[in-house]
């Protein structure tokens, strides 16, 4: 992974590194790393990832489709 530091400006590069390495879940595997985790709660984990994903997708083609309105944005 590279970061260009433009105009000595390191404080914007570590910003956008930080940003890159959360994109690609970099923080998440060594925080996963960081202790054994037994099989049967990776299965689980890994299982309950996928449904998380696969009703997100789902509800996302239902949009698409019409079918139900789009959820909306929170304004913060």
Same mark, same amino acid.
């Given at each position: 992974?590279?970061?260009?530091?433009?105009?000595?400006?390191?404080?914007?590069?570590l910003?956008?590194?930080?940003?890159?390495?959360?994109?690609?879940?970099?923080? @998440?595997?060594?925080?996963? %790393? *960081?202790?054994?985790?037994? /099989?049967?709660? =990776?299965?689980? &984990?890994?299982?309950?990832?996928?449904?998380?994903?696969?009703?997100?997708?789902a @509800?996302?083609?239902?949009? %698409? *489709?019409?079918?139900?309105? /789009?959820?909306? =944005?929170?304004? &913060?």
């Amino acid at each position: 992974m590279q970061v260009l530091v433009r105009d000595n400006n390191v404080d914007q590069a570590l910003r956008v590194l930080k940003k890159k390495l959360q994109r690609e879940g970099i923080f @998440r595997e060594m925080r996963m %790393r *960081e202790a054994f985790e037994k /099989p049967s709660v =990776k299965r689980a &984990r890994e299982k309950a990832e996928a449904v998380r994903r696969h009703r997100k997708n789902a @509800r996302k083609q239902m949009q %698409r *489709e019409g079918l139900i309105a /789009p959820t909306p =944005k929170t304004v &913060r």
